[in-house]
């Protein structure tokens, strides 16, 4: 008879000790799972899995999974203005210095910078005032370093130079092309630091977007329309589909007709964005005969659809956790065609650039446009294009 082979035994006696960055270990979990999916998307017990920890491991740590989102947002926020701080103020190299640290905070961030979509919806006011007491000093901070080397700016520009800087030094959270971090810091930091050269049009006043002509008389595009404006002002988890049906007029069971699914309205949403970003970029080169032409005109009808279609970008940009996982990588990979075919025509003009490169100019680019379209009130579509263009074309852009 085969003798079993002794396995050793923890002795009853003594107590096994958790590894002393175990609650590390879990906000560095939670920040990325939160950041891809979305607070209402993501389970404990999964967090607790990626740890690899059981679930009441996991909450003798935090008593429930708000506890976790709020102090993963607000290291995230705090680790920022941590690193904002190391970099003495007044000084004519300051802008730079900061740059540096928030695109390679951003780079570092990669995984976890998502968070920043959720905050103003999920967190409490208490919270909100963490992040957004950082985002305020952020922007304060690079508003007056920008303002030391440019002083001809007024309030308005500086301003509005100080988000687009920002939103290009902040957009590596925002995609995940591949540039090794140094060459990537050193990339964006450039484009962001060129915007100060831009001559920015005259502010005008926008007139917010009257509805005119007919609605729609096809229900299911009655039922998007509505769904998307409810979305945008509500939040995807806190609209029902009777929100919806009475929104547009008709039972909750005329929607079932056209939608098995609150997430199959959303999704066909995202669609609708995509599809028509798709159409703007076939109509832009349809129009052009150069690679230059084709960069202007593309971004151009990019921005037209982000200042007319602001419900349906930011259902995209903070909802789109709450997609199957399928329609997501759907969606995610049109998106990055879309990118390489704007990034493509962007070689062709600057050849020094490689497509790598290219690909990040222009997710820094099309945040800009995002992220001032969202502003209230936006700028006009002619000074984000004059910033836009400046960080694909560089100091190219007046050639």
């Known amino acids: 008879m085969t003798a079993r082979p002794q396995t050793s035994r923890p002795d009853p006696g003594v107590r096994r ?5 175990r609650r590390r270990m879990i906000v560095d979990a939670a920040a990325k799972a939160f950041s891809d999916g979305g607070y209402h998307a993501v389970r404990l017990d999964d967090i607790a899995e990626a740890v690899g920890i059981s679930a009441p491991a996991l ?45 390679a905070t951003s780079f570092d961030n990669r995984r976890r910078g998502g968070l920043y ?12 005032a963490i992040v957004r007491d950082v985002v305020v000093h952020q922007h304060r901070r690079v508003r007056a370093a920008a303002r030391r080397l440019r002083p001809s700016l007024n309030d308005s520009d500086a301003n509005l130079v100080a988000a687009a800087i920002i939103s290009v030094a902040a957009s590596p959270t925002t995609h995940r092309a591949a540039l090794p971090a140094r060459e ?43 769904a998307i404006g409810l979305f945008a002002a509500r939040g995807f988890r806190d609209v029902t589909i009777e929100d ?3 929104a547009a007029d008709l039972p909750a069971s005329g929607v079932y007709r056209h939608f098995p699914s609150k997430v199959a309205i959303l999704e066909a949403s995202f669609w609708r964005a995509t599809d028509r970003v798709t159409s703007a970029i076939a109509d832009a080169l349809a129009a052009s005969t150069t690679p230059r032409e084709a960069i202007v005109a593309i971004l151009a009808a990019y921005i037209r659809l982000s200042s007319s ?27 990055r065609i879309t990118v390489d075919e704007f990034a493509t025509w962007l070689t062709r003009d600057r ?37 836009a263009m400046r960080i694909l074309l560089g100091p190219h852009v007046a050639d």
Do not use: C
């Open 17 to 21: 000790r958790r590894p002393a960055d």
């Open 184 to 226: 990537a810091t050193a990339l964006m930091s450039g484009a962001a630091i060129g915007l100060l050269d831009v001559g920015l049009p005259a502010p005008t006043a926008r007139e917010r977007p009257t509805v005119t002509g007919l609605a729609p008389a096809a229900k299911r595009e009655v039922i998007l329309t509505e």
């Open 59 to 103: 909450y003798r740590h935090f008593p429930n999974k708000y506890a976790l989102f709020a102090e993963t947002t607000a290291e995230l926020a705090t680790g920022l203005r941590d690193v904002l701080d190391t970099v003495p103020e007044g000084s004519p190299e300051e802008l730079h210095a900061l740059l540096e640290a928030i695109t």
């Open 244 to 246: 919806i049906a009475h």
């Open 117 to 128: 979509r959720w905050e103003s919806r999920y967190l409490e006011p208490a919270d909100v």
């Open 309 to 335: 279609t602001t419900d349906l970008i930011s259902i995209y940009e903070t909802e789109i956790g709450h997609t199957t996982p399928e329609a997501r990588a759907e969606l995610r990979n049109q998106q």
């Open 351 to 387: 050849e020094e650039l490689s497509l790598s490169q290219a690909r990040f100019l222009v997710h820094a680019a099309l945040d800009v446009v995002t992220d001032l379209s969202r502003q209230s009130p936006p700028p006009s579509p002619e000074r984000i294009e004059a910033l």
